[in-house]
């Protein structure tokens, strides 16, 4: 199974509260087969824990340690937020405008996470992520992911 298709990615969102964009990028993760629902809170549960914002408009909401059992297969999720959505604390402004959603089966979490950041630390790459007017342009500027 490829780990982000089309089917994966969602464009133009707009999200009143970060764990609105969680919720969203968790259950496309869900609609493509790789997690089972209850992963989903377990994302919710790691940003209250550890901030999931990674800097350059970008979050990567993923699940706790103790949620791989609720992982089947290796994916990404990409949701699309131009207005941006804050990650931050209450008075922190931490807008992300892609959130990209990770589930890592056995040891792929650390090297999809790694592969994400680096290409992500580019603002560039940020902002043709963000002004990506199709699934496929996404898909194809994300390609060298891989598990």
């Given at each position: 199974?490829e780990?982000?298709?089309?089917?994966?990615?969602?464009?133009?969102?707009?999200?009143?509260?970060?764990?609105e964009?969680i919720r969203?990028?968790?259950?496309?993760?869900v609609?493509?087969?790789?997690?089972?629902?209850?992963?989903?809170?377990?994302?919710i549960?790691?940003?209250?824990?550890?901030?999931?914002?990674?800097?350059?408009?970008?979050?990567?909401?993923?699940?706790?340690?103790?949620?791989?059992d609720?992982?089947?297969?290796?994916?990404?999720s990409?949701v699309q937020?131009p207005?941006?959505?804050?990650?931050?604390?209450?008075?922190?402004?931490k807008?992300?405008?892609?959130v990209?959603?990770?589930?890592?089966?056995?040891?792929?979490?650390?090297?999809?996470?790694?592969?994400?950041?680096i290409?992500?630390?580019?603002?560039?790459?940020?902002?043709?992520?963000?002004?990506?007017?199709?699934?496929?342009?996404?898909?194809?500027?994300?390609?060298g992911?891989?598990?």
């Open positions: 199974m780990i982000l298709r089309k089917e994966n990615v969602v464009l133009n969102q707009t999200f009143s509260h970060k764990e964009a969203k990028a968790g259950q496309l993760l609609d493509g087969g790789y997690v089972k629902p209850d992963y989903i809170e377990s994302m549960e790691r940003d209250q824990t550890v901030s999931t914002f990674m800097g350059n408009f970008i979050a990567i909401p993923h699940g706790r340690e103790e949620a791989k609720l992982i089947d297969a290796t994916g990404i990409v937020v207005n941006g959505v804050n990650f931050g604390e209450e008075g922190e402004d807008l992300a405008m892609i990209i959603g990770i589930a890592g089966a056995g040891d792929d979490h650390l090297e999809v996470l790694s592969q994400i950041a290409y992500c630390s580019e603002i560039e790459n940020v902002t043709k992520l963000a002004d990506a007017k199709s699934k496929e342009e996404i898909v194809q500027l994300l390609g992911i891989e598990a």
